[in-house]
């Protein structure tokens, strides 16, 4: 049985190996729906794992990305 922290570590492993698919999609993801969806879920796992500035960069695309689907107000 493993450790907390070596559990951890493999959680860690696991969201790193995710994101270099994540990051693949972004690069050439065209729906906006899929692309926030994968920019809301990776902002939010960066800053579960300590990745604070991938997690803010990924949280401002998401905003965008919102701020464009949502009509304006009249």
Same mark, same amino acid.
């Given at each position: 049985?493993?450790?907390?922290?070596?559990r951890l570590e493999?959680?860690?492993?696991?969201?790193?190996?995710?994101?270099?698919?994540?990051?693949?999609?972004?690069?050439?993801? =065209?729906?906006?729906?899929?692309? =926030?969806?994968?920019?809301? =879920?990776?902002?939010?796992?960066?800053?579960?794992?300590?990745?604070?500035?991938?997690?803010?960069?990924?949280?401002?695309?998401?905003?965008?990305?919102?701020?464009? =689907?949502?009509?304006?107000?009249?």
């Amino acid at each position: 049985m493993s450790t907390p922290a070596e559990r951890l570590e493999q959680l860690k492993l696991r969201f790193l190996e995710r994101t270099r698919g994540d990051l693949d999609i972004i690069r050439t993801e =065209r729906d906006p729906e899929r692309l =926030r969806a994968v920019v809301h =879920r990776l902002s939010g796992a960066a800053g579960t794992f300590g990745y604070t500035s991938l997690s803010v960069a990924a949280g401002e695309v998401d905003d965008q990305l919102m701020t464009k =689907r949502t009509p304006p107000m009249t």
